[in-house]
């Protein structure tokens, strides 16, 4: 499997040969296709569980349902298809940073600011996502979404030019700049073509249209995989397009102060059309526990070291 990476920062975005490589480096997972005569198509042949770090947390919606190329109507439970899929997210810290990954179909921003979806009346631009993180300080947006929307990483700089509408941004570069953020400053940014889930969850934020406060920079990378090609020399798609991945690595610095060891935060990714519904109709979430620091989990084994020898002892007297 090889990579075609792009270096983001929150100015410029260069081509790079180097990326940070998270999700096979740092949580050890290595994506495979393989082909399945059953489906016609390249399906995911791996296991999605992370061996690279026993903190990390994960979640996976793995879509394999059919897709039309050509029409977006669809009779399963997702809409849109395999192009919209979010297959899975990886959030994992070090107490200095916080890593998200996340594998999808969705193509990266550039060089358009997303994804123009031609099955959609005359050819629709769906803007990428912003990321945005939940550590349960503004409370929930709605009845209906129970995500508190406190930070994001402005991945996607599209302009908001007023409710319910956006245009992509000039020049439409990703980002990587950390704001904190209200609830209210989250948006759907393709809500005419949005797709109505159970959560009603939002994509994006402006931070030029809200009071968002900048808080510092992610190193943010967005990379196309290449897992080779087919005996008829077309390049291996995993149910019929491509496969992308998303990683930021996001500093403590930029989070809240008050965040720290056992604290819970919560990410979340999603195209701007909100058409990645999963099985359960709602878009795909990952849940991370802070990491304790190393030195209490020493002492938390040499507690279970004593504890256990306390045990010995009173068994055998």
């Not at 979010?86 to 921003?109: H, Q, R």
């Not at 994804?115 to 990321?131: I, K, P």
């Not at 994006?204 to 992610?218: C, K, Q």
């Not at 709602?282 to 209490?296: A, F």
């Amino acid at each position: 499997m090889r990579r075609v990476s792009w270096l983001v920062t929150a100015i410029l975005l260069t081509v790079s040969p180097s990326y940070a490589d998270l999700l096979g480096d740092r949580f050890g997972v290595e994506l495979e296709v393989t082909w399945s005569p059953d489906d016609a198509t390249y399906l995911f042949s791996h296991d999605w569980t992370p061996t690279g770090s026993p903190t990390a947390n994960w979640s996976v919606h793995d879509y394999r349902g059919e897709w039309s190329a050509t029409s977006i109507e669809q009779n399963d439970e997702i809409t849109g298809g395999e192009p919209y899929d979010v297959e899975a997210a990886y959030m994992d810290d070090d107490l200095e940073n916080l890593y998200v990954s996340i594998v999808t179909s969705f193509p990266s921003p550039e060089p358009d600011g997303g994804y123009f979806d031609e099955r959609l009346r005359d050819g629709v631009l769906v803007h990428a996502g912003d990321l945005a993180l939940d550590f349960g300080i503004n409370g929930a947006i709605s009845a209906s979404d129970p995500f508190s929307y406190d930070w994001g990483v402005n991945i996607n700089n599209e302009e908001r030019t007023g409710p319910g509408s956006a245009d992509i941004g000039d020049p439409p570069t990703l980002g990587g700049d950390v704001y904190k953020t209200a609830n209210s400053h989250w948006y759907v940014s393709n809500e005419a073509d949005a797709a109505t889930t159970s959560r009603s969850e939002m994509t994006n934020f402006d931070p030029d249209f809200s009071s968002s406060e900048s808080r510092g920079t992610a190193e943010v990378y967005y990379y196309l995989l290449d897992f080779g090609l087919d005996p008829l020399g077309d390049p291996k798609l995993e149910n019929g397009a491509e496969t992308w991945v998303l990683e930021a690595t996001i500093p403590f610095s930029a989070l809240p102060p008050t965040l720290g060891p056992g604290d819970r935060v919560s990410a979340q990714w999603v195209m701007g059309c909100r058409n990645d519904a999963g099985a359960e109709n709602n878009v795909l979430r990952v849940d991370h526990t802070v990491t304790p620091e190393p030195g209490t989990l020493a002492l938390c084994a040499l507690g279970i070291a004593a504890l256990v020898g306390v045990r010995r002892r009173d068994t055998t007297s």
